[in-house]
């Protein structure tokens, strides 16, 4: 990836975090724009970043885990953007901006290592590109969860905190995790199957230990679990919203062990 | 030319001398006719609320106009001047453009924010307007405060939470459910604040509303008041398992709300929150049933602590609002000389160029063989020398406007060259 470019999408993400911090509590109209110009120059940087690296290795930029990170982090600015002008929920950077800087430089600081060997089956490719919006989903549940537990927490406080106003209400935020839970589930589940069925031809077997996999089993364990309990048990609100944190905690771990342990996803 | 505010308000005047001093449009007229007719100012606005009754006006000269234009309100409604001069407050220029900002921002309002004021300065502006008191510049000044106070509206939150028990518990449950419309309320005994708490959610589109009371006539009296269903008494337990949002306000001496009674209605209740507003005293909702699930519980003291919150926020923002306030003064200060010069500058062209197209009118009547050609360069040149002769003085003017001198500036140029007054 052009490191320049990179490195610009990188510093402005971490503005549009502290301006969107800053926003939630001092609530300045000018602030939001600054963070929402930031947000856009990073995701900008971000972009031709990408085109570059794409030109560079000619084949989409997904041949590391690393970029395959950058690519989610591409993804879910570019959702939060459009979520924000439609909802006109100015609070939303405040809680994905943290994630995507998280993120943006777990990858930055990843050893680049390629994930070579058995890549040229298209359906690796598949593989990963489902699993990336699933992950994308995943942060924006996140997000959904924390604003639902903060409002929630204020409202049986009986005190109007600096983000009551702010907030939306709890019922949108609670249909908001349902969602994103319901669109991130499918591509996830399609992902690991795809990863399993791919590992089977490529190795022989699917249950050779590799981290990543491990993780994004558990990830994927506590999200169905989540689901089935939102769809049959009646479960919503603070559970829910306890159980998407625990979740995404886990797809956090998961692309932590990618990127930082040896496995066949890299490093 | 002067401009000033003068006035007495809530801050410092009593109730009785404010009373005493309002007017009704007719009375307005009659002063705002007296005023600018009588010649003591040129132009003149005046408000006159139950908070405040305060003249916007323009001198000829600054100074003695405007307390003699008080005083002959004073006169005019019968008030002892003495009395009136004692709270009276008198703010010239600059101050006086802030006042208006901050009027019409509602930033001197006694709460801060409230929305009536915008529209009474509107009227005001609108009666002199019709009795065609307002010149240019408190035609100015009253535009640019109208525009003041919507930015203040957009730019701040200064009128924007509950600042009455009412209407918090209302944006209460908006800060619950995704939306009113439809959501079902239940209202259990009769009061003031419960009713309007009702009416509020009417008016956001909560639908169906059901009333229990003790006394049956009653229950039916408010059902039709607010297009509801009266519910017997004995069902209030059946009724809870249907509604969203439960406002009470019954004078029963025990809660008649228990926890057993919601308990028994949340589990069938699947996602839906259930929405407590409780007005009475004592208490109608046993406390602890907020930790049943999607219950919330709000007695009257927890809206009065939202309401208390609220007006503080209010005030905090009201301080980002006096600093919009003071960016548009500065702004408005040099429109307003632009205003006061550009009628001058004007003039002064025209008289020159009247001049020059005599002059070269008479010259070329002497020359009837002149060619075309030389007939231009004679124009270009005339046209020539009045821009350089001009350029200086306008610019100095321009200059001595910003820098606020521009008065004994735009005097002696209207001496010098004898050009009318206008504006």
Redesign the interface.
Known sequence: MHPHLQSIAIVAYVCAMGLALTHLVQRQPLVHRLAALSTLIGWVAHTLALIVLAIEVGRPPLGTLANAVSVVVWVVVLLEMLVERQSGVTVLGAFVMPVVVMLSLKASVARPASLAPALGNAWIWIHIALALVGIAAFVLNFAGAIMYLLQDRQIRAKRPGRFYHRLPPLETLDHWTYRTLALGFPFLTTGLILGAVWARTAWGSVFTFDPLAFFSLVAWIIYAGTLAGRAAGGWHGRRAAYFAIIGFAALVVTLGAGLFLPGRHGA | MALFAAGLSHKNAPVELREQLAADEDKVREILRDLVGGGALREAVMLSTCNRVEVYGVAEVPGEARAAAFRHLCRQRGVDAAAVEAVLYIHAEDDAIRHAFRVAASLDSMMVGEPQILGQVKDAFALAQACEAVGPSLHTLFTQAFAVAKRVRS?T?VA??AVSVSFAAVE?A?????QLAGRAVLLVGAGKMSELAARHLVEQGAFPIYVVNRTWSRAQELARALAGTAVPFEELGTALGAVDIVITSTGAPKPIVTREMVARVVRGR??R?LFFIDIAVPRDVEAGV?RL??V?R?DID?LK??VD??IR?RLREAQRAEAIVEREVAKFRARLSDVEIIPTIVSLRERLEEIRAGEVRKTLARLPDASAETRAAIEALSAGIVNKILHTPITKLRESSRAGAHRSWLAVVNELFGLRRRG
């Open positions: 730019e939150e924007r939470h209460l908006r800060k619950i459910f995704a699947g996602t929150p907020e699930g999607d919330y709000y927890d602590s939202v919150a609220n926020e």
